[in-house]
């Protein structure tokens, strides 16, 4: 059976990674729709708010800046002042980690990153994050593969996870000789997941995520109990 290319995002192979059968249902059979919570609604909003205060200087909605001020205040003008700042751009890599245009066929991997700044030969990759989670994450180090691929004089790449509600950041530094190992725990996760469709063999998992996931018919799911609780 030939097995063709996926293009994949980090969310779509973490979904994979912490449960297949969820991945099976939401991205190849697509019949699970995507949810939305008040805590993802929130998220999208704060982004917007730092979005419009960078790209058209409006000030931070005074709930935004009640909750995170004191962090984004300092965050969002060190990354603006930068000789380029970008917001939300969509890059995008083929499987050698070449970079390509996301719309072209050969696009392997790509991804939305929330703010990147870029001075000389060093770059800024940042990712807001609203919750409570801390949960260990790989995504910066693809987003600093995504940017050497993009920008062949920057050296070096800060990422940073904005942990607003934690008021810390978690932060890295990757070289350019890095770039390739970047890749490496997602080519390992790509192979399983090709090798999952090719057998149509995808597991469900039961873990500390059942309880946020959207396939509700699944017997291990245990977000029906809180969705019927805050509905109640």
């Known amino acids: 059976m030939e097995i063709k290319p996926i293009r994949w995002s980090h969310s779509q192979l973490e979904k994979f990674k912490n449960c297949p059968w969820s991945w099976k249902r939401i991205y190849q059979d697509k019949d699970v729709p995507r949810s939305e919570t008040e805590q993802s609604r929130w998220g999208t909003y704060v982004h917007k708010s730092c979005e419009d205060y960078v790209l058209k200087g409006v000030p931070l909605p005074a709930n935004v800046a009640f909750a995170y001020g004191a962090q984004l205040q300092f965050i969002l003008p060190f990354m603006a002042s930068k000789q380029l700042c970008l917001v939300e751009p969509e890059l995008g890599i083929d499987e050698q980690g070449t970079a390509v245009a996301c719309d072209d066929p050969r696009c392997w991997s790509h991804g939305f990153i929330d703010i990147l700044a870029i001075e000389t030969q060093t770059a800024w990759v940042g990712d807001y994050k609203t919750g409570k989670s801390t949960y260990p994450s790989t995504q910066l180090d693809l987003y600093a593969a995504f940017v050497f691929a993009h ?82």
């Open 151 to 232: 920008y062949p004089q920057v050296m070096q790449v800060n990422t940073g996870y904005y942990r607003l509600q934690h008021k810390r950041v978690d932060s890295a530094v990757r070289t350019r000789a890095q770039a390739p190992e970047l890749l490496q725990s997602y080519r390992t996760t790509y192979a399983n997941l090709l090798s999952a469709v090719a057998s149509n063999n995808f597991p469900k998992v039961r873990g500390s995520l059942c309880g946020w996931c959207e396939v509700l018919d699944c017997e291990k799911n245990t977000a029906r109990a809180r969705i019927e609780r805050n509905q109640a």
